[in-house]
């Protein structure tokens, strides 16, 4: 059983260009959260998608949005990459919306560098 | 808003040693729910352990159990007879009740433990 995927595991970005994320959760999950996480920090929320919809989002700009695709699979977008957005950026997925009870798998993650 | 604290940035122990990783969060919420991840150098996050607010008895998980003080708002996790495989980071993370829709993540800013051969 494959656990949760993310693609490309590094990514080189130049200030203001765009980038997609990729994530697969594990087997029989449906929903995704993202998370970035600043060298030396822990991660920070970013969105959640369950049902293709955006359920709750963090404290991140516009320039942050995802998509969900009907296979539970899902992307993150960044627009107008700045210096501060290099990160790792994890997925982690879930059966259904209560991360409380319902354990959070995490991806390897995708190291983003913007220069 | 909900906080997470690690005060401890870095901690090392040796091998077969009992270690004690500290954490305190601030919320005004009466039932919640506390975990610990482990994050290896492979960087693939890891659920540790798990304690509910409501459960006045600490979790525990092998050698992994935690010591959760309500009204003092700390949850510390204890590693006891530490593996070589135990050096990562540690996140304390906190999440609001199972309120639907309402529930994320808010991890500390980590512990990194080394097990010292």
């Known amino acids: 059983d494959a656990g949760v995927t993310q693609s490309p595991t590094h990514l080189i970005k130049t200030r203001g260009q765009q980038v997609t994320l990729r994530c697969s959760p594990k087997?029989?999950?449906?929903?995704v959260s993202w998370y970035q996480q600043a060298l030396g920090q822990g991660p920070q929320f970013i969105f959640q998608?369950?049902?293709?919809?955006?359920?709750q989002r963090g404290n991140f700009p516009d320039r942050f949005s995802g998509h969900q695709f009907p296979n539970y699979s899902s992307e993150l977008n960044v627009n107008a990459l700045l210096l501060g957005d290099s990160a790792l950026y994890l997925c982690?997925?879930?059966?259904?919306?209560?991360?409380?009870?319902?354990?959070?798998?995490f991806g390897p993650g995708t190291r983003l560098l913007v220069l | 808003a909900q906080t997470v604290t690690q005060s401890q940035p870095e901690m090392s122990v040796q091998e077969a040693e009992t270690v004690t990783l500290s954490c305190t969060y601030d919320?005004?919420?009466?039932?919640?729910?506390l975990f610990w991840y482990k994050q290896p150098p492979s960087r693939q996050m890891i659920l540790v352990i798990r304690q509910e607010a409501y459960k006045q008895q600490n979790a525990t998980e092998n050698r992994f159990s935690v010591n959760f003080q309500k009204a003092a708002k700390s949850f510390s996790l204890k590693i006891s007879d530490s593996q070589l495989g135990d050096t990562a980071m540690y996140f304390c993370?906190?999440?609001?009740?199972?309120?639907?829709?309402?529930?994320?993540?808010?991890f500390g800013t980590g512990t990194r433990l080394t097990i010292i051969p």
């Open positions: 919320t005004s919420e009466s039932n919640y729910y």
């Open positions: 087997s029989g999950h449906d929903t």
């Open positions: 998608y369950y049902e293709e919809e955006e359920r």
């Open positions: 993370a906190f999440t609001r009740p199972p309120n639907f829709g309402n529930e994320k993540l808010t």
């Open positions: 982690a997925s879930s059966f259904g919306l209560a991360v409380s009870r319902e354990t959070q798998y």
